[in-house]
């Protein structure tokens, strides 16, 4: 009830600045004397259990997905709302603005979000200062993404930049390859680049003191030749664990006029209508992959229900990113006790 009046006032800012403005003010809030520890007790999960993946502890399985903290600015917050593993990013070697204001748009009648942000953050240098500070029992994880004047055929020296910067920061790296909003970047996702990507990642990954996994998100447009083939080449490349899924282009069975999702334009569709098709995707991947490579399920994750699906398609672990904003901060507890009550085992 708490978040419905918070939610209906943030609803009437543009998205970017509710953004900020809601993290700045939660920030604030559990920083107060008396009401910052009440307020924290309330988002701690009662229920949920910790999860092994990749050597990997997690407190529990429900994570933030990259998107939402793009500059690891947020992680002592998100950390108190109960989160088992944050993913920061997508990040680039170098500062870019990303593309022009306005850039996120809400469908609250479809539960979803449209952006096309376009890699919008401050680049590698200043993420690597911040976490550095990254608060103690928290697993990280980077995105990393190239610049969009990178042509693509110099993308995998971008790849390496982020690679080598953020590997001895995080807890383990995700490659990004499939936004729909940096133009060209999706032509990545062909089994040349990823083979030669991921040998090379691989490669300098033996020189470090202790192995971190790579994963590597993935889109949700693929027919389904495509996608096995997709899947066939994951798995030459080795890769540590598969994200699925990031936005998608299509706009098919939404509730929103024709005329609105014309007037906004292009970018990626996340939340409620990409539910299916992301489980879709999920249950082809965890078919193909046979429990050799681990998964992570994302796309239209609201309660304990959409996770319990992620789960029976073979998820080992879960991103939020639009039910969070539509479910406020207490989604982590609410998911965890919808899973409890479910009697799903993760």
């Keep these: 009830m708490l978040y419905r009046l918070i939610k209906f006032f943030l609803f ?3 998205p ?3 953004h900020e403005w ?3 003010s939660l920030s604030l809030a559990l920083r107060m004397p008396l009401i910052g520890p009440w307020l924290e007790s309330t988002f701690k999960p009662q ?3 910790s999860v092994e993946v990749n050597g990997i502890t997690f407190a529990n399985p429900v994570g933030l997905a990259a998107g939402f903290d793009k500059d690891a600015k947020w992680l002592p917050l998100l950390h108190k709302l109960g989160f088992g593993f944050v993913e920061v990013g997508t990040v680039t070697p170098k500062p870019q603005d990303g593309n022009p204001q306005p850039r996120l748009f809400r469908l609250p009648a479809d539960r979803a979000l449209i952006n096309r942000m376009g890699f919008n953050n401050q680049g590698l240098e200043a993420m690597v200062e911040r976490l550095k500070n990254r608060p103690k029992g928290l697993v990280v994880g980077g995105n990393i993404g190239k610049n969009k004047v990178t042509p693509n055929d110099q993308a995998i020296s971008d790849y390496i930049l982020g690679f080598e910067a953020l590997y001895d920061h995080v807890d383990y790296i995700a490659v990004n390859i499939s936004s729909p909003n940096t133009p060209g970047l999706r032509d990545l996702q062909e089994e040349g680049f990823i083979l030669s990507l991921f040998e090379t990642l691989q490669e300098r990954r033996k020189s470090k003191s202790a192995w971190k996994p790579i994963w590597i998100k993935i889109a949700p447009d693929f027919s389904t030749k495509a996608l096995q083939g997709l ?3 994951l798995k030459k490349a080795q890769v540590d664990g598969i994200i699925v899924s990031n936005t998608t282009v299509s706009r098919e069975g939404l509730t929103t006029s024709e005329r609105q999702i014309s007037d906004i334009g292009a970018g990626g569709l996340s939340g409620a209508p990409v539910f299916e098709k992301s489980n879709q995707v999920l249950a082809e991947v965890a078919l193909r992959t046979n429990g050799e490579i ?3 399920g994302v796309g239209g994750i609201f309660n304990g229900f959409d996770a319990q699906e992620k789960w029976l398609r073979g ?6 990113y639009t039910g969070f904003i539509y479910e406020g901060p207490w989604i982590v507890k609410q998911i965890l006790k919808g899973l409890s009550a479910q009697k799903t085992v993760y």
């Design 294 to 296: 681990p998964l992570i």
């Design 231 to 233: 899947v066939d080449t």
């Design 16 to 18: 970017e600045v509710a």
């Design 47 to 49: 229920t949920g259990h």
């Design 12 to 14: 009437l800012m543009p």
């Design 22 to 24: 809601a993290l700045k």
């Design 315 to 320: 998820a080992q672990l879960i991103q939020v």
